[in-house]
């Protein structure tokens, strides 16, 4: 059994920077993939990024190039850099942690464990 545990949301303005946390506890959390997604006000939630459990990583390209994911095993802990943070970053932002070693570097897999969320709002 794997939690999950999301922070760092809030309120800032567009331009600025946030780092969501995600904080995994359980057995062979290291070996997970972790992925993030968002779900803003009446849309579906979609894929933001990715990072496999061997270190690759991949983005929705509404945020490439803004966004990163980097882990810290030591803490067992996912962060979202987010950086330019712009009013469609707006939603709710969830960790996944997927037990499958292969499967793609995209929206297309199936996950075992979800966090709660963690709110994100961006004023213009």
């Known amino acids: 059994q794997v939690q999950l545990a999301e922070s760092g949301g809030g309120l800032v303005q567009a331009g600025a920077s946030l780092r969501l946390s995600c904080v995994g506890s359980g057995r062979a959390f290291s070996t997970y993939t972790m992925s993030w997604f968002r779900q803003a006000p009446g849309k579906e939630r979609e894929f933001v990024g990715i990072r496999s459990w061997t270190g690759i990583t991949a983005y929705a390209d509404s945020v490439k190039g803004r966004f990163t994911i980097s882990r810290d095993l030591t803490k067992n802990t996912v962060y979202l850099q987010m950086n330019s943070l712009k009013s469609e970053d707006t939603g709710v932002y969830y960790c996944?942690?997927?037990?499958?070693?292969?499967?793609?570097?995209?929206?297309?897999?199936?996950?075992?464990?979800w966090g709660q969320g963690t709110q994100v709002t961006i004023s213009s």
């Open positions: 996944a942690a997927d037990s499958a070693r292969g499967g793609p570097l995209g929206p297309g897999r199936s996950y075992d464990y």
